[in-house]
């Protein structure tokens, strides 16, 4: 866990608590039980408290970096790339069974473009490659 993020494991049960009742009070549904914690960050106290409420906690593999701002490059040059230079980037870090997880809109800083507007691309290369495109719990059906 890195200083942005704290919790004991009571933390993190209250928070998961708390996002089904309000899931459900938007949905009328129940929510899944695959979870992660916001930036991805982990813990053996986050996995703890996840399975203690019978949450299986999902990690990610390749970072797509879509979250990188052009505010962001002022601080870190070379971090930030054009929507294209991350569909080519993923692709070349995937491997079968890879979770990569995609902004579903604008992130906190400006961007020319964002990977959602070329999800488009990106998938049609990993089909192309041969790869599927499946839900997660499909994956953790398939490693037991």
Do not use: C
């Not at 494991?9 to 129940?30: C, H, K, M, S, W």
């Amino acid at each position: 866990v890195d200083a942005r993020f704290t919790g004991d494991g009571a933390f993190v049960r209250e928070g998961l608590a708390a996002n089904e009742d309000e899931y459900f009070a938007a949905t009328g549904r129940e929510l899944s039980l695959l979870w992660h914690a916001p930036g991805y960050l982990v813990s053996s106290d986050i996995i703890t408290a996840g399975a203690a409420m019978n949450y299986t906690y999902v990690g990610r593999d390749v970072e797509a970096k879509d979250w990188v701002s052009e505010t962001d490059a002022g601080s870190s040059p070379g971090i930030y790339q054009s929507a294209a230079d991350l569909v080519e980037r993923v692709v070349a870090a995937k491997r079968p069974g890879s979770i990569v997880p995609i902004l579903v809109g604008p992130g906190e800083g400006p961007r020319d473009d964002y990977l959602f507007q070329k999800l488009d691309l990106l998938v049609n290369e990993l089909v192309r490659l041969g790869y599927d495109i499946v839900p997660v719990s499909t994956l953790i059906e398939h490693a037991r």
